[in-house]
């Protein structure tokens, strides 16, 4: 009878250790938390001193620019851009010109029976609108030079770093092609 009972013996034996081995390691644990708690706070060292760093006055932006070649720093002299390109300020302004080029999608074209080319342009909210080649759009004064079959190619006038103005090739392409 005693043999029968050996192996549930045992394994009620082992049962009973492996718990104890347990509680130890939760008792210990408790017992180093508690410890760490008891402790005194450390204290916290002070952020470092804020540098005071002069102030500094940038005297080259009249000079010539590191970042351009001086071939171009010479096609580009001040006096170009002063009476160069500059945007139309008295010109009504297009409906698609409230628009990024981002925003818009050029949808297709069409020809009148005239010959004249049309380029039909989504906007954002769906519509389409029909341009010609003369027409503006998107908001740096895009105006329009050529229409085929994929694009628009307008030539935008953008804000130059001299603090005139150039123009710009810009293309409005269709997403299928």
Known sequence: MIIKKLPTLLMLSVTVLWLTGCSDRIGMAE??????????AQAIEP????ELV????YSANMLRSPFLPPSLVNAQSP??????VRPDITRTKEPLEQYELTQLTFSGMIISPEGQQYALV???????ASVKVGDYLGLNDG??????PTQINLIEIVPDSRAG?????????SPIS
């Open 31 to 40: 017992q180093a938390m508690a410890e760490v708690r008891n402790q005194p």
């Open 47 to 50: 952020p470092p001193k804020a």
């Open 54 to 57: 002069e102030d500094f006055v």
């Open 79 to 84: 006096t170009a851009a002063i009476d160069g």
């Open 122 to 128: 989504q906007r954002p909210d769906g519509s389409v």
């Open 143 to 148: 105006r329009i030079v050529e229409i085929t």
């Open 165 to 173: 103005f150039v123009e710009r090739p810009q293309s409005l392409v």
